[in-house]
């Protein structure tokens, strides 16, 4: 019912353009030939359009398909487990970004993380060194949103570090785009299993790694560091 | 011709007239072959069916045959028959119209004949 | 004695449904008109925009779910209006019978989907065209862009709301009461009996390609014998 | 080709046509004549097949003619009420009226329009009433049917008009010759046109006979009332007028002798009809007595 109200206004505007067909049918504009001229033109104006998208490819961008969606949870999960198991030696080579190594000079070093620090996973773990250095190690699979592989965009976090605290925020980043769907979403059955959620959302790690000295003291401001 | 579809004369012996006067100015000929009904239909503006009963009537009267698959012919003495029938026919109603006009102007049946011959003599 | 003309049915539908395509043009404009009207207004089906952690993103969707609910409404529009007494009646000024004018109509009801189906998918991928071209935005192509499938489900649900629609004016024609009890009683389970547009497509809408055909093919076969039982017996009254 | 058997057909409670019987086997012209109201445009939906008979039969070339194919190929009815698709100009409906009738005179058609005047170009909507008739008749005209039904086809047309239009049915029924059913108010006009007349009246077949019978079926006397009353004893009287000192009366013309002094007439077939679908035993002068 609430659909039925929702599209009274279509029907409204759909009434509207009738009367305007049935005026202009009056003064003859609508002859069977020129009718099916308009016809024949509109659905070439169709076909050039398609084959228009498909050239013009470079500002198209294709979603992954599910097998290869698969491939990329499934290589997430392997990271995860990695990631909680503290194995970051095991973490590919390719997956590696960047490491830096900072100096601490207090005992007490503190970390803060941005507000907007969502999708960077930040873990600490303890090493028995005398030195001061802490060496921090970002790694990163393929950033998959929305079904698109979206890498390429994405900027790793930035790390400053000051007076023995680490300020640690991800540049916000806005992603517009448009999207095609020739088919009917509306019809698409209900039941959507959990696979398909998670393949439609976000897939792909990102890992801050800290490798710290056991003399300092990690306070943690945000409750999220691992 | 003074052919009229409104007359109380029914159409079909209007043109069985007509014919038999085209007959009589031998415009149609002894042996001659004679509209068809189709024809006359498209002439007089009428139903090929009324013209048809028309030359029915004169193949009756014998004034008109059939040739099958020729269509209709003038008999050899179709006027001398024409002639003999209007003759018998037409004079004696006309006799008859004379005779009751007399009757009611009370003109006896003497005083009668002697007009008919005055005339005649008078020619 | 001119000859008589021998006319067999199938060639008598024929004939009317080529005459039905040219004397119905019209239609064909009104859906195209709709299409492209909406087209231009609106732009896409919708958009949804969110943010995730740092990520803020703004989708704009390009699908035919708006354009086949126009399509549905055009059938339903166009579908009542074909039932009307005048076009019948202009209908006899050739050779037909209650019989083929019917079947006639309903082939073109037939021709008229598949037209709103193929006018539905150009009108989709000009606006995405004249969007590529004119608007310099990432754009995502999130199917296939020619499915047999989903033009398949477009064409049936509008031909079977175009055949509803012809039936129900055929109806209303025949017997208004029956035509405002149906009404009440279809309105009044949509309130309360849990019955809703969706339910229609969840009807529909079943895994196996086999048991969708057979039940658009069921519910096609009792529309279109209703239509014609009850037209059949129709006489022709010119006013 | 045509026959009736106590056909009956009821609008609703009232009834229209309560038992029509006769029976056409071959090409002719037939005039369909009657009082308003009678049924004559109904009898001709019958044949037709636009309507459905209430009660008895009517079979057209052998079959039932509502809902049938074959006879709706053969037989075209034309009237008043006749529409064309909008979208049509004439031009258009004449020539795509060839693919539903084979036999469709195209040209004939086209020949017609140009001769009354009427342009090609125009929509069949916008005909005035006597262009819509002409249209209509021309249409039916060409279509050649095995049966042509005319429902008042002359109706709003001027007088040149007409006279071309019957000249026009005549010259194509030659050519062509098919059963022709016409019918009029004007009987007198189309009296030479036509073969036989089937008189309507009260529902029933009054009269299906040829036209020469029709009119040889009544005489009209005039004299005076002493000679002519006991005329009046023997015969059936359509109808009586004493103004006095003349005594008119139309009777029944069954043979019988007539005194040469009673003036007497044979009446047109239009006037027989008129008699035999009046008012029984009464005229217009009794209103005013």
């Known amino acids: 019912m609430n659909v039925l109200i929702a599209f009274l206004p279509i029907l409204l505007i759909i009434v509207f353009l009738l009367g305007i067909i049935k005026l202009a049918s009056r003064i003859r504009i609508w002859t069977p030939k020129r009718t099916s001229w308009v016809i024949l033109i509109y659905f070439m104006l169709g076909v050039i359009s398609l084959i228009g998208i498909l050239i013009m490819q470079d500002k198209t961008t294709k979603t992954l398909s599910k097998q290869q969606l698969k491939v990329a949870l499934e290589e997430e999960q392997k990271i995860d487990e990695l990631y909680g198991a503290d194995k970051f030696d095991q973490i590919p080579a390719d997956y590696f970004v960047f490491t830096n190594s900072y100096e601490g000079t207090a005992e007490d070093i503190e970390i803060t993380l941005g507000g907007n620090v969502y999708n960077t996973r930040v873990a600490v773990t303890w090493n028995d060194s005398e030195s001061n250095h802490i060496i921090a190690t970002y790694y990163e699979t393929p950033i998959i949103f929305k079904r698109m592989d979206i890498s390429k965009d994405i900027q790793p976090p930035t790390i400053e570090f000051k007076n023995n605290h680490f300020y640690i925020t991800e540049e916000e980043m806005q992603f517009d785009f448009t999207s095609i769907q020739v088919n009917l979403e509306m019809l698409k059955p209900i039941d959507y299993d959990q696979m398909s959620y998670s393949l439609d959302h976000f897939i792909g790690n990102r890992i801050l790694h800290l490798n710290v000295p056991k003399h300092f003291n990690i306070i943690d401001n945000s409750g999220w560091v691992d | ?123 | 004695m001119t000859s008589l003309n021998n006319v067999s049915l199938a060639q008598n539908i024929w004939q009317q449904l080529l005459w039905k395509c040219r004397t119905f043009s019209s239609t064909f404009t009104t859906v195209l008109i709709v299409q492209i009207i909406f087209s231009v207004l609106s732009s896409g089906s919708g958009s949804s925009g969110g943010s995730y952690g740092s990520l803020l993103y703004n989708e704009s969707i390009y699908s035919l779910d708006l354009l086949f609910i126009i399509s549905i409404f055009s059938a339903i529009m166009l579908g009542w209006l074909l039932a009307t007494q005048s076009i019948r009646n202009d209908n006899y000024s050739v050779v037909t019978t209650n019989f083929t004018e019917t079947v006639s109509t309903l082939l073109f009801l037939v021709v008229l989907s598949i037209f709103t189906v193929f006018s539905a998918l150009s009108s989709l991928y000009i606006t995405v065209f004249t969007r590529l071209l004119f608007f310099d935005q990432v754009m995502v192509i999130k199917s296939a862009l020619f499915e047999i499938s989903t033009l398949f489900i477009f064409l049936i649900f509008v031909l079977i709301a175009g055949s509803a629609s012809y039936f129900a004016k055929t109806l209303f024609d025949i017997s208004k009461i029956t035509f405002l009890l149906l009404t009440i009683v279809i309105i009044y389970s949509m309130q309360t009996g849990g019955i809703s547009e969706s339910t229609f497509f969840e009807f529909f809408l079943v895994q196996s390609m086999g048991e969708m055909l057979g039940k658009v093919l069921l519910v096609l076969t009792i529309f279109w014998g209703l239509t014609i039982a009850i037209r059949q017996r129709r006489e022709v009254i010119r006013r | 080709m045509i026959q009736c058997e106590e056909l009956e057909k009821r609008y609703g409670k009232s009834n229209v046509l309560t038992n029509v019987s006769f029976q056409i086997e071959e090409p002719k012209i037939i005039g369909l004549i009657g009082r308003n109201g009678v049924g004559k445009s109904t009898l001709l939906k019958l044949v037709a097949g636009h309507l459905k008979e209430t009660g008895g039969n009517v079979q057209v070339f052998g079959k039932r003619p509502f809902n049938a194919l074959h006879v709706a190929a053969n037989v075209i009815l034309i009237e008043d009420k006749m529409s064309f698709p909008p979208i049509f100009t004439l031009k258009e409906i004449l020539l795509h009226a060839k693919r539903f009738y084979p036999n469709f005179a195209t040209e004939l058609a086209f020949d017609l329009l140009l001769y009354v005047g009427i342009s090609e170009k125009n929509e069949h909507m916008q005909l005035s009433k006597g262009q819509t008739a002409v249209f209509n008749l021309i249409y039916g005209l060409a279509t050649r049917c095995a049966v042509t039904l005319l429902d008042e086809p002359m109706n709003g047309m001027d007088e040149a008009v007409r006279a071309d239009m019957y000249r026009a049915i005549l010259k194509d029924y030659i050519a062509f010759p098919r059963l022709i059913i016409m019918s009029s108010h004007y009987l007198q006009e189309m009296e030479h046109l036509i073969e036989d007349i089937l008189l309507l009246h009260e529902g029933v077949v009054e009269l299906y006979a040829p036209l020469e019978e029709v009119q040889q079926m009544a005489l009209r006397i005039v004299g005076q009332k002493e000679e002519i009353e006991p005329l009046l004893e023997k015969v059936h009287v359509f109808y009586k007028r004493e103004q006095s000192p003349l005594f008119e009366a139309i009777i029944e013309n069954n043979g019988l002798e007539i005194p040469a002094s009673v003036k007497s007439q044979s009446l047109s077939a239009s006037e027989v009809c008129k008699y035999l679908t009046s008012s029984k035993e009464g005229t217009i002068d009794d209103i005013f007595k």
């Open chain 2, 1 to 123: 011709m003074d052919f009229n579809a409104q007359s109380t004369t029914p159409i079909y012996i209007q043109i069985a007239e007509w014919l038999e006067n085209e007959i009589l100015a031998v415009r149609l000929l002894p042996e001659g072959k004679v509209y068809s009904q189709y024809q006359l239909a498209e002439i007089f503006n009428i139903n090929p069916a009324t013209a048809g009963k028309g030359l029915t009537i004169l193949v009756e009267n014998e004034i008109l045959f059939k040739k099958r698959g020729l269509g209709m012919f003038v008999v050899a003495d179709a006027k001398e028959r024409i002639l003999a029938t209007r003759r018998n026919h037409n004079l004696t109603k006309m006799a008859q119209e004379i005779v009751h006009e007399a009757k009611r102007l009370a003109v006896s049946d003497e005083e009668l004949i002697t007009l008919i011959k005055q005339i005649q003599k008078e020619g």
